[in-house]
């Protein structure tokens, strides 16, 4: 792995690869180009560190760009986990929550179909980072809940999506 150093570029697309390394650069966040098609990257979210990974396809011009938690589900857990998984899965628009079955770990998926010329622009490649951190973050409470609280998947679900009002 090597760290990464580009320039920003917003009037022009770019390598889906290199636009999402150009844009970790930008906001402070170290990432490491595993290969041509491949990087990772970690950023402290609201509730906890996140590790995210693109990978690129370009036989079919698909990016897949992942947020993990490092949220491991116990055996135990399993049932609950993918009983909150449906529920959180039917609150997205883009993406979607999954259990990895190699390593039992939870993460967020999002696939981009990106246009014939596999190029990505400034604006969708902030849209979904964006889009992850924040659906990660959105969530992680109901996971917690269910994982280490012992809560059934929709008390979890609804004791998560609660917004407080006002400020402290």
Known sequence: MRPREPELNDDQDAAPIE??????????WECFIISDDELTAEVQGSWAKYQLRAIWRSSDNV??????????VADDKRPRAYELL????????????D????????????GALLGDDGMLSLDQAQAL???????????YPAFQFVLWGDKRPREALEAAMVDVGGEA
Do not use: K, T
């Open 19 to 28: 636009m999402l390394a150009a844009l970790f650069e930008a906001r402070g």
């Open 63 to 72: 990016l897949q760009f992942l947020c993990l938690p490092d949220i491991r």
């Open 86 to 97: 449906s529920l959180v899965n039917e609150q997205m628009w883009l993406g979607h929550f």
């Open 99 to 110: 259990i990895w079955s190699n390593g039992d770990v939870l993460l967020y998926r999002h």
């Open 129 to 139: 980072v964006e889009n992850a951190i924040e659906e990660c973050d959105r969530f």
